[in-house]
Each structure stands twice: as C-alpha cells, then as structure tokens.
C-alpha cells in the first residue's frame, strides 16, 4: 500500500521519514547552521534550484524537512513550511497575500494574536481588515470588496468554539478567486482536514496538539499546491522565521502520539462538558460533541471527533471566572492548550484583554466565558478539581 493510502496514525508515524544512513529509527536532529557542498558546480546547483542539497538552515535542513513532509501529508497538501511559531505561520500568510490597498475579510473570534496584530500592525502597511461572523456563510459573501485578497477562519474558533463550513466558505472564496485559509490548530489534521474541504492553506500552531508536551513554540504552513506552497515559503525564507532543528525534532516526536492523546482526552472532554452542561453555575457549555452546540449537526460532518476544547459561561461573569481559575488546583492556569495536561484561561482577562468589551462582546467572547483544555489525567480527576473550584464562585 503506497503511503498516500495509509490511515492517519501509520501517517503520524512514518511519514515524511528520511532515510538515514546510519539507519537511526528516528529522525536525527541536524543541528548545522551550514551545509558543505560537494564541489563549486554542485554549490551553483543547489542554488539555483537544480539540486535537492541543503545550503543553510533558515532556507532548509533534513530534520525540519521531515516534520515538513509529515504534516503535509496529514493535511493531504503539496508542502509544509514550519515557522518558529504559530504567529510567525500567520505572518508568513499575511504577508504572502497582503500589501498596500489590500483588504482581508476573517472571523470575529479566533486566536487573539492572530487578530491583534492584524489590527495593530497591518495597518501601518496599508492593509484594512473585516471581521465578521463568519459562521453565517453570507457575512462572508457580504463582506469582500474588489481588493480582498484573502479569506483567514479558525474552526473551531477560539475560544468560542464555533463552527464554521470550510466547504461553504471555500466555494465563496474561490467564486472570487481569492485565497482561503483556515487555523485549524483546535482540531489537529487528526480530526480535521480543510484542505479535503476545498481549503487552500491551513495552519497550524504546533506548540498545541501536534506536539502535545509544552516543551516548543512552533508553526506550520501546508499549502494544497505548489504555487501557493512557492509565495509563503518565500516569505519565510527571507523574513526568517524559520524552525529551528532541535525545535523539529521534538514535534516530529510528539506528532507520533497524537492520535491516542486526542483520542484519550476526547473521552474524557465529553463527559467533562455533560457535567459542566449540568452544573447549576454554569449558564452554557459551548462543545462540539453535544447536541446543544449550535453547529452540532455540521461539526459532525466536517469532523473526525468533537476533539477536547471546551468553552463555558460560569454564572456571576467577569469576577466568577477569575474566582473559578484561582481556585483550580490540578488543571493548569495557562494561555496554551492541547497537551497532555488540563489548561484553564479566561479570555476576557487573558488572551482577549486587549480586545475592546464591544468587540469581544460582538464576537461573543463574554465576561465569564472560560476556556477548558482537556488533558489526559483521569477523569474522575479533572471533574473533582472543577467540582471544588465552582464551588467556590
């Protein structure tokens, strides 16, 4: 069977794995600035693009090239282009589409760096941008001008956990012939695949599920051909933000035991959220998985599992959810998430504090909301912690 037809978990661990001549059973960590070429013709070679050699590790090196490989063919993509983190994947995007006059239509709630620095920084480049909900396909369709140049969704969003419908906004988005991009780090490629969906670049950050351990800052850029994949590795390159090896080495290792963190967690996020559904201080549970979820029907259908994020309204708002995250003792007070740990954070004081109130409100991230990451302690565990904490608002 050719690799392309493996299922998921034998991709997570032999894809994109390099042949290694001293036959190491894992990916060796090629921790060199520089790399020595064969001969003056074989040097010319390698930069003008007729050889596959490696020159210098910001523009490639064998250790990210595998992690590279791999995620690309988890995401079924042309290439992956790994970044130092998530946010330098979203600048490569950003600047690989957007320059002067350009405008970029997005989603209300995502990750607030993501938004932030669209807000803050671009501006200064010319560059004006729409947020809307985009889970109502139309606001989509409403919102383009003549000069928008890319279309940026997260789905589920963070931290509101709404769904949208890759394949519908992929068929508004390329009825305008513009780009769309999709942050699909709550999912991982283990439950979801934008790029299936009519995607044309997907993201990731991999300081969350794919490396799963909290021990690296890291992104990844796939894009589903080859001349979009071409436009932001250019940007990479140039503007270095690339991986560093040893920074690749751990998430090559990580991704190997995706499938059965997520599967764990998941198991577990499932029936933290029916507790939680049922706690008399909280006023809803926003969760993929349950039937109150107002996209339950189509997160059933865009994706693999209802994955181990959880949004909810405790009761009493702003001050009720920083009673509730001072008093948590075995989950984490911490602004990541998807690890084997459980990690807790209030947007509205954390992630989103620089969002104005009007703002976070329109895009409902509201004062109590909290984010809950589900890690792969026990269960009874994990319940018993928020149990005390809750009872405490």
């Known amino acids: 069977m050719s690799e392309k037809h493996h299922g998921i978990n034998t991709k997570m661990i032999h894809a994109g794995q390099l042949e290694d001549p001293m036959g190491s059973a894992t990916v060796p960590i090629y921790q060199s600035s520089t790399f020595k070429f064969k001969s003056a013709d074989h040097g010319a070679q390698c930069f003008s693009g007729d050889s596959d050699g490696y020159i210098y590790t910001r523009i490639g090196n064998p250790t990210i090239k595998a992690l590279e490989d791999n995620l690309a063919a988890l995401e079924n993509g042309f290439g992956g282009i790994a970044t130092a983190s998530g946010m330098a994947a979203i600048n490569c995007v950003y600047l690989a589409y957007l320059g002067q006059g350009d405008h970029i239509v997005s989603h209300n709630a995502l990750y607030g760096p993501a938004r932030g620095v669209m807000e803050s920084i671009y501006p200064r480049l010319g560059v004006a941008c729409t947020y809307i909900d985009a889970a109502i396909a139309g606001n989509i369709r409403d919102a383009i001008r003549p000069n928008t140049r890319l279309i940026y969704i997260e789905t589920p969003a963070n931290p509101t956990m709404g769904i949208i419908d890759i394949a519908e906004a992929a068929a508004i988005a390329h009825k305008h012939n513009i780009p769309l991009v999709v942050d699909n780090t709550f999912c991982s490629p283990y439950l979801q695949r934008p790029l299936d969906l009519g995607a044309d670049i997907v993201l990731h950050s991999l300081t969350k599920f794919i490396n799963g351990h909290a021990d690296i800052v890291g992104g990844v850029v ?122 807790i954070q209030h947007p509205a004081s954390m992630t989103h504090s620089r969002l104005p109130k009007d703002k976070r409100e329109e895009a409902g991230i509201t004062d109590g909301l909290v984010r809950f990451s589900v890690g792969i302690e026990d269960l009874e565990d994990i319940i018993a912690d928020l149990d005390q904490a809750l009872a405490k608002v």
């Open 222 to 343: 796939i894009a589903k051909e080859a001349a979009h994949y071409q436009k932001i590795r250019h940007i990479m390159v140039n503007m270095g933000f690339n991986m560093d090896p040893h920074q690749a080495f751990l998430v090559i290792r990580g991704v190997k035991t995706l499938g059965i963190r997520i599967e764990k967690a998941q198991q577990s996020a499932m029936k933290v959220a029916s507790y939680l559904e049922n706690h008399p201080k909280v006023a809803w549970v926003k969760y993929p998985g349950l039937p109150s979820h107002p996209q339950y029907e189509l997160a059933k259908r865009q994706m693999d599992g209802p994955g181990t994020m959880i949004s909810f309204e405790v009761k009493g708002g702003y001050e009720s959810g920083k009673i509730l995250m001072d008093n948590m003792k075995l989950a984490l007070l911490a602004v990541s998430l998807g690890g084997v740990e459980s990690l």
